[in-house]
């Protein structure tokens, strides 16, 4: 080997694969290169050798100083010598000696002159290609093994280089190509005739011009050794590759950096993907807009800069008016096209600094931001109210949709985001009390209001639990012979310390929660079971019926009907002497399922009582399709506060339409004799009211029964 410019790692890599041991010692006799056969032969670490003088390995200095005049004197001669080869014996770490040949090459390289010593055990086969007796020297032995190996070595380079399906670039001090693998060209749609001789920057995004180049000055500056960076390539089509590249120098002997040796990792697909999962994360499948992590984020940012800036921000929550009522009337799959179709429509007119998010279900939150006023808040949420005021069709579906709307003003006062939520939950909650398609601004009436239902609620569970609910039951009369024949079952709230609460109150509450399935099984068992218990004096006029009412949820509860079967069975009451009273809008929220139940119903013998009739949809197709066994007329036509003449006219018509349709009219609310006089006047079969009693207590009605006959009548 007469000389070798690459860069002296190259040259480790080429001894490395050697079948004997190697060590490179530069012109100061100190050794700068070993390979592993020299370390395992020796039994020297790396560090033990590299940086130290040759005469650590040899026992015997002789040969190197020989090899070392040699060269001198060859300087004077027409021909250099190259080699010099000698047995020598050779110091093991552990202390022994053991006897090697040993062959000292000349390396020639442009930072001056190298040697190269091989050192060879005697137990080391010579390879088999040369004959012992062949009349070739040592010297010429060792160079044919050693430009062996370094071809072989190289052909092993230059295949895990180019067969490597990571993208890689050997460049130049100056970021300039000197080899590229085809993974690079692939990576950057390039052939090697357009990288080679060139630097990156005429396909890297402008934004990351100058990102490779800070590397290669770090590390050419000796701050570091190796470096990771990020940078975005374009690729010959114009697409972006996300890259990830690492960089390390290749140093000379003198620690310079020589050239550079960088992997190039393509992370465009996990770019992607993590991108992808990250707006998963923060917002909604189905709308696309922010949920209610993202927006926790920005009300949190919003509330500090409200607070440095001195203005006003707002929180908007918009709740769908009746679309429970849609899912089941049209599927839920209309439901998802509503819910997208309105984010659509408040995406139109929410402003660039707002954010937009579904809260859950069919309720959305909007975040309004630098705003002047409280009055700038009302104006968005009559913006986003107005955004429903024309229809939304879907197909031959068309839906006349109403929103209602609770914002909460603030402007830095330390209120958290949970509690900026609530307040406007507390707020749209009093939109919905005024009725659909209304917004309210919250106060602090409003947040006191909330807390006490909050508190109802939860003082009503315990009290459903410990035995403070019980059943009512209002007798029910024959108008024509004045006997009782049923009993309304009405819950009764009595607290320990606010006494009676009406049913007003709390049950609209109960809506609001599973509580309210709760309260309507118990009503159910507790009114069944004591209509058991029930017994009359005089045959003829049979066991009377109990009335018991059911919410919009209870109605169409699955678990209905088998629980009504259960406990009819349980109790040995005829399913004839149950009837169970819905209004007109929770029949009519789904008919084809209100259909359904009621056939259910009629099939074991259950009746249905039409409630509050007259005050609801009150469609005559309606009525005959459902066929309600009674229809109840709401006491606003028996007693009205207005218009006395136009009530009793729809009173008359109430009545005369149930007789004609055979269905039994019960009027409610009975309170003079005058009213009742009218409506025997009229014909109506049944009546109930304070006339003759409140409903009372379960074990009142066995008095009640035993009578059988009408109080005096309270003329008010």
Not at 321 to 332: I, L
Request: charged share 25%; proline share 4%.
């Amino acid at each position: 080997m007469k000389n070798f410019d690459g860069p002296l790692m190259s040259v480790g890599e080429l001894i490395e694969g050697l079948p004997c041991g190697i060590a490179l010692v530069n012109g100061d006799g100190n050794i700068d290169l070993i390979n592993h056969r020299l370390t395992t032969l020796t039994g020297y670490s790396v560090d033990s050798l590299v940086g130290h003088d040759i005469h650590t390995l040899l026992n015997s200095p002789g040969c190197y100083s020989q090899f070392l005049s040699q060269m001198d004197e060859g300087n004077n001669k027409a021909e250099k010598a190259e080699s010099h080869s000698e047995r020598h014996s050779l110091r093991c770490r552990d202390g022994h000696e053991i006897s090697v040949d040993i062959v000292l090459s000349h390396l020639d390289r442009k930072d001056g002159p190298w040697t190269i010593v091989e050192v060879r055990g005697i137990s080391d086969d010579v390879p088999q290609d040369v004959d012992p007796s062949d009349s070739l020297s040592p010297k010429a032995i060792s160079d044919a093994k050693i430009a062996a190996s370094l071809a072989e070595s190289e052909q092993r380079f230059r295949m895990a280089f180019e067969g490597s399906m990571a993208p890689m670039v050997f460049s130049d001090r100056d970021g300039k190509f000197l080899a590229v693998n085809g993974a690079f060209c692939a990576m950057s749609g390039r052939i090697k005739e357009e990288l080679l001789g060139h630097d990156s920057k005429h396909f890297t995004h402008p934004d990351d011009i100058g990102v490779a180049e800070e590397a290669y000055h770090l590390i050419t500056s000796g701050v570091i050794d190796e470096y990771r960076y990020g940078k975005r390539f374009l690729h010959k089509n114009g697409r972006v590759v996300f890259a990830e590249v690492s960089i390390c120098a290749a140093r000379d002997e003198l620690g310079e950096s020589s050239y550079f040796v960088s992997s190039v990792r393509d992370v465009t697909e996990e770019r992607e993907l993590s991108a992808q999962l990250s707006f998963q994360a923060l917002h909604d499948p189905l709308t696309g807009l922010a949920n209610r992590a993202l927006f926790d984020d920005h009300l949190f940012q919003a509330r500090s800069r409200a607070t440095r800036e001195g203005k006003f921000g707002a929180v908007l929550l918009m709740d769908l008016d009746d679309f429970k009522g849609v899912n089941d009337s049209f599927g839920h799959l209309v439901g998802d096209q509503l819910l997208i179709e309105v984010a659509n429509r408040f995406k139109g007119v929410t402003r660039t600094s707002d954010t937009l998010c579904r809260f859950g279900g069919d309720e959305f939150l909007y975040l309004a931001e630098g705003l002047s006023s409280r009055e700038e808040a009302e104006i968005i949420g009559q913006r986003l109210l107005d955004t429903l005021s024309e229809p939304l069709i879907f197909g031959d579906i068309c839906l006349e949709q109403q929103v209602s709307i609770g914002i909460v003003v603030w402007n830095g006062d330390g209120a958290d985001n949970v509690e900026l939520v609530q307040k406007a939950d507390a707020a749209m909650y009093e939109a919905k009390r005024q009725g659909h398609g209304h917004i309210a601004m919250f106060t602090p009436k409003i947040g006191e209001e909330a807390v006490s239902r909050f508190a109802i609620v939860q003082e009503l569970r315990h009290a459903l639990g410990c035995g403070d609910v019980a059943m009512h039951y209002q007798p029910i009369y024959d108008l024509a012979s004045a006997s009782i024949v049923g009993f309304e079952a009405l819950m009764r709230w009595h607290h320990p310390d606010r006494g009676w609460i009406p049913p007003d109150v709390f049950i609209p509450l109960a809506e609001q929660s599973d509580l309210i399935l709760d309260l309507g099984v118990f009503a159910l068992r507790t009114a069944i079971e004591a209509a058991s218990t029930w017994d009359v004096t005089d045959e003829a006029k049979g066991l009377p019926y109990v009335t018991v009412n059911l919410s919009a949820r209870q109605f169409h509860d699955p678990g209905l009907v088998p629980l009504l079967q259960i406990e009819l069975n349980r109790c040995g009451v005829d399913a004839t002497r149950l009837i169970l009273e819905v209004t007109e809008s929770v029949a009519l929220v789904d008919v084809t399922e209100t259909m359904n139940v009621m056939d259910e119903l009629n099939h074991l013998g259950i009746g249905i009582a039409l409630d509050d009739f007259g005050t609801g949809y009150s469609s005559l197709s309606y009525l005959a399709a459902l066929n309600p066994r009674i229809i109840k007329i709401d006491q606003s036509f028996v007693r009205p506060k207005h218009d006395k003449r136009r009530s009793d006219t729809l009173l008359e018509a109430i009545v005369t339409l149930g007789n004609k349709l055979n269905m039994t009219v019960l009027a409610e609310g009975i309170e003079t004799s005058a009213q009742l006089d009218r409506l025997n006047h009229l014909d109506c079969e049944l009546g109930q009211g304070f006339l003759w009693s409140p409903a009372v207590p379960g074990e009142d009605v066995g008095a009640m029964l035993a009578a059988n006959n009408p109080t005096t009548p309270l003329d008010h």
